[in-house]
Antibody, heavy 123, light 107 residues
Framework: QLQLQESGPGLVKPSETLSLTCTVS??????????WAWIRQSPGEGLEWIGS???????YYHPSLKSRVTISVDTSKNQFSLNVTSLTAADTAVYYC???????????????WGRGRMVSVSS | EIVMTQSPDTMSVSPGERVTLSCRAS??????LAWYQQKPGQAPRLLIY???TRATGIPARFSGSGSGTEFTLTINSLQSEDFAVYYC?????????FGQGTKVEIK
């Protein structure tokens, strides 16, 4: 059974960079022709797709976040990661990693989710 | 940009009742519509995709309908475990994909 687990800091300072990792278990990223996504949820903005990456490296980002976001994949560790730069309080949210129901599409309904990582941006 | 609007924001319902939740898109998303259930402290759980196809393991009391701009999630005979927030998501494109949610609470 495919499972995802987010990890990373729960508190980061404004203007700094957030780095989160999603560890995939129950399958190898290399063996799945799949996109992997990051989604966040905040009280102000609700659920918001951040971006998706294919295990071969092609990535798509939400236009409003594209200048600050990088998603990468490490197949040797069966992980993919999210970096968000120039953080502000508006980036405070629960960050989820997820996989689309149709894995070959970067944007679809998401049927596998991690439990989420709460990230607060505060000095 | 497609805007997804759910109604109502909150519903107070008794167990055993039938519930109908609405989701409206500002422009056609065809059948590219999913429904999720979210309980406190948990990730969203996919219920319906393709507007009307139940995801794996979802009970038959959950059903989805609609296409274009008007969509409905129906829960027949609401169970205690169904009290939660429900979100719709369009996946025609990735801008403003999710609705704001409808909270189904115990009456």
């Amino acid at each position: 059974q495919l499972q995802l687990q987010e990890s990373g800091p729960g508190l980061v300072k404004p203007s700094e960079t957030l780095s989160l990792t999603c560890t995939v278990s129950g399958g190898s990223i290399n063996n799945m022709n799949s996109y992997w996504a990051w989604i966040r949820q905040s009280p102000g903005e609700g659920l918001e797709w951040i971006g998706s990456i294919h295990y071969r490296g092609s990535a798509y980002y939400h236009p409003s976040l594209k200048s600050r976001v990088t998603i990468s994949v490490d197949t040797s560790k069966n992980q993919f990661s999210l970096n968000v730069t120039s953080l502000t309080a508006a980036d405070t949210a629960v960050y989820y990693c997820a996989r689309p129901k149709e894995p070959s599409l970067p944007w679809f309904a998401f049927d596998v989710w991690g439990r989420g990582r709460m990230v607060s941006v505060s000095s | 940009e497609i805007v997804m609007t759910q109604s109502p924001d909150t519903m107070s319902v008794s167990p055993g009742e039938r519930v109908t939740l609405s989701c409206r898109a500002s422009q056609s998303v065809y059948s590219n519509l999913a429904w999720y259930q979210q309980k406190p402290g948990q990730a969203p759980r996919l219920l319906i995709y393709g507007a009307s196809t139940r995801a794996t393991g979802i009970p038959a009391r959950f059903s989805g309908s609609g296409s274009g701009t008007e969509f409905t999630l129906t829960i027949n005979s609401l169970q205690s475990e169904d009290f939660a927030v429900y979100y719709c998501q369009q996946y025609k494109n990735w801008l403003r994909a999710f609705g704001q949610g409808t909270k189904v609470e115990i009456k």
